[in-house]
């Protein structure tokens, strides 16, 4: 098992979005969060990558923490598209970057500076980011934001390369990725009585607070 979530509660600003919230996931298995806007996906994913504490539950993942992606891209601007994966695979102890670039078909832009690129192009190098970090589980939070069709493409292969890989994912997405071992978790079952709250608040970075 990569992750294990036991009776979990979370909040934003002091009050409950969530509560009761238990799943399992194992290698080679997505899960894809579903819910309207204000839901809690993003504030999920944040308590999952230890960015937010839990109100309460339990949260077992895997050792080395999680690779985490979030609506901004988080790249160096002044640094070229490899300098930028480089960068990243050097922190988490990973050297070739060349699969990256291939797999966001980033190979022809490796020598262009991050601020001249597209939104999609900065988009691509962001994900790409992803697979240099060598972390089984990845949380992703609306990742193909800015990205046109053939993109996204790129991304839904990505992720099942690293599910085929023996890796998993938490994604909350409002499109279809066609991913062949993904799951919905509708999150709108989870939300609480009205009124329930709590006071704990704190942060910590295990990846990307950048891209969050």
Known sequence: MILSVTDLAVLRGGV????????????????????????????????????????????DGPAEGAA???????????LNVAENLRFWA??????????ALEAFDLVNLAGREAQSLSAGQKRRLGLARLLVTGRRLWLLDEPTV??????????AAAIEAHLA???????????????????????????????AAGTVSGAGDPFLEGIA
């Open 146 to 155: 800015s990205l046109d069709s053939a993109s996204v493409a790129l991304f």
């Open 16 to 59: 409950a979005l969530l509560g009761g919230l238990s799943f399992t996931l194992g290698p080679g298995e997505a899960l894809i969060l579903r819910g309207p806007n204000g839901v809690g996906k993003t504030t999920l994913l944040r308590t999952l990558a230890g960015l937010q504490p839990a109100l309460a539950g339990r949260i």
């Open 165 to 195: 890989q023996g890796g998993a994912a938490v994604i909350a997405t409002h499109i279809g990725l066609g991913l062949a071992h993904a799951r919905d978790l509708d999150l709108a079952v989870y939300r609480p009585d009205p009124g």
């Open 68 to 78: 985490y992606s979030s609506h901004a891209d988080g790249v160096k601007p002044t």
């Open 90 to 99: 050097e922190i988490h102890g990973q050297r070739d970057i060349a699969p």
